[in-house]
């Protein structure tokens, strides 16, 4: 009987993407022809040991592999070599463009070949699609990419040693870092610099017949009016006669229509998420990848559920736009649909390279995935969900009432507004407007004065910067790019040159020292519009309208030139350690408060004869509520983030994210805890049966 010859492996058709998640659900879309392996980020980088730019040939840059890349390196050209043949499949930005053209240099590819493949969203249609038009690598996105990676090394590799010479070892400096730590300085600076002014209000209430009404004082003899001290308020009050009515005049009534916010951006969401998740935006980025890239739903596999997360444009897919309504005319009703698509304005400098992001499916409602997300997911999920769908809905309509009430040529005014129609507010509502009734006014009508009240206040400084209002302040002034905003808070935070307090952005000694370093000697590199311009340039060379060579040219002579002056005129930086109090408990010598890269702690003063070191530690002023015996005092988690524990840690293992106060709960006997919150400090028990509400502490006269 003949033998039977082994059928030939029949070759497969390799797709490499960057993430192992990514892989495994393309895998699943594309079937058994298929093999989808990852190279799991970057590949190939300049080397960390020096420069890696060939400054006297256009400033070539020198790629090696990237450390610690070696096995996944050796499968891809294994894999390769026996595809029958290789797209590539990174994600749709610079970042992605660039790691396509390193990996088809490292498989030595031909880099004009149609191997380039690119999707908006990790679903079934969208990747089958996408191997419909295949196109060659795109060479201006990648030397924009390769423009920013060369002149970011130049800033950091050529400011570091500085750093590290003249203020202090394991410093760093790089472009778009030093313009972030600048505004949150120059914010600091205002604060301190800020002289409050006086001013005050008169609320008055007032009655027409049975219903009562509140007005604000608006103005004298028909002209407005600001009330800047007690005498001005005195001067007001003696116009009015109590005994007689006011009169309703100029009794404005209108519709008002509120329309939906567009479908978020990469910064929007961020800022979105960290005011009403509380996530950083390191935090946010991380769970829309996981959403991205795709998450097992049972037997429908695994789907990812948003689009693209970093992108500047609101505009969204016509055929996403449809779904959205005939998801609201079958869910809602037509009156909730909006009538045509709609199209929000982008900002000038956007690359709209990619669509807003947006749900992959409408009909994927947050409560039919709840069951597998997790929290975090779910939540972020439902933010993106929530916000597009209404973005596709109609107005809300509002009718609204403006009067002014007058006596003795005294205005006051007051302003009424009630929800007629509630439109996209029935699924997602960014400024949750109240209800303010009004009686029926009519010009003409009387109305008396039941009660009046008036209060001392000062303006109050700029507010510091959250992550939310920086990225807000970064995107406005067109200093970095989507992929650029969570990377560069991240970054000034763990160089310690801000902390986070609360939700709240602060400079710490170390970042105000190498602020005014830069400021000093590199004025351009803190110089937002010059930052601005160059991300300008970047765009340019990606839309193939500039050279890249010829950018980074342009940079780099007028740095170079303020980098030789620095190098000569700088000055040595003496952090001086501040004396701590205490000696040494291991060789009496006394004890000293240095500069950490997490902060300030205690050294001993024999440094390094003697390595002694404690952590400083904030007492708040409370027994610990536990064992009695110890303090409580402030810590710091791994995250930064603050929190209350034993000052007898490990023997008592107290903790608490709240504040310890010195007094126990009525209902329970537990501890209570102080908390910030938007209306000022609130005192609860954290069983949750009791709490205090923050007392006003307006004066009044």
Known sequence: MPTKSKPSKRKKTLVI?????????????????????????????????????????????KYISIRGKGDTIKELKSEAKKAKEVYLASDPDREGEAIAWHVAHTLNLDDTAKNRVTFNEVTKDAVKNSFKNPRAIDMDTVNAQQARRILDRIVGYSLSPILWDKVKKGLSAG???????????????????????????????????????????????????????????????????????????NVLKRERRRQPAAPFTTSTLQQEANKRLNYRTRRTMSIAQQLYEGISLGKQGTVGLITYMR??????????????????????????????ARHFKNQEDAQDAHEAIRPTSVYRTPESLKSVLTTEQYRLYKLIWARFVASEMTPAVYDTVRADIEQNGVTFRTTGSKMKFA???????????????????????????????NKQHFTLPPARYTEASLVHTLEENGVGRPSTYAPTIDTIQRRYYVKLEAKSIVPTE?????????????????????????????????AGKKNWVKVVDEYYHPFKKELDKAEAGIQKVQIKDEPAGFNCDICGAPMVIKMGRYGKFYACSRFPDCRNTKAIVKKVGVTCPKCG???????????????YGCSRYPECDFVSWDMPISRNCPNDGHFLVEKKTKKGLVISCPNGDYKEEPKDEKITK
């Open 17 to 61: 993407v960057e993430s192992p998640a990514k892989a495994k659900t393309i895998e699943k879309y594309l079937g058994r022809n298929y093999r989808v392996i990852a190279s799991k980020g970057h590949i190939r980088d300049l080397p960390k040991s020096q420069m890696g730019i060939d400054f006297d040939n256009d400033y070539k840059p």
């Open 175 to 249: 472009r778009v870092q030093s313009v972030a730590l600048k505004l949150v300085i120059d914010r600091e600076k205002e604060i301190k610099n800020f002289k409050p002014e006086e001013y005050w209000t008169i609320d008055a209430e007032f009655k027409k017949k049975t219903k009562s009404f509140k007005a604000s004082f608006w103005g004298v003899d028909g002209k407005k009016q600001e009330l800047p001290n007690n005498e001005a308020v005195q001067k007001v009050l003696a116009k009015i006669d109590k005994k007689k009515p006011f009169e309703i005049n």
């Open 311 to 340: 992108t500047d444009s609101k505009r969204t897919s016509p055929v996403a736009q449809a779904e959205a309504s005939k998801f609201l005319n079958e869910k809602y009703g037509k009156e909730y649909a909006a009538k045509g």
């Open 423 to 453: 439109g996209f507010t029935k699924v997602y509502d960014n400024l949750q407007e109240k209800n303010i009734e009004l009686p029926d006014l009519n010009d003409g009508d009387e109305v008396k004065l039941a009660k009046s009240d």
């Open 510 to 542: 170390l970042g105000e020292i190498v602020d005014n370093l830069i400021e000093k000697f590199f004025p351009d590199i803190v110089n937002i519009d010059f930052t601005a311009q160059l991300e300008n340039d970047l765009d340019s060379i990606e």
């Open 629 to 643: 015996k110890g303090d409580v005092v402030e810590k710091k988690s791994k995250r930064n983030r603050k929190f």
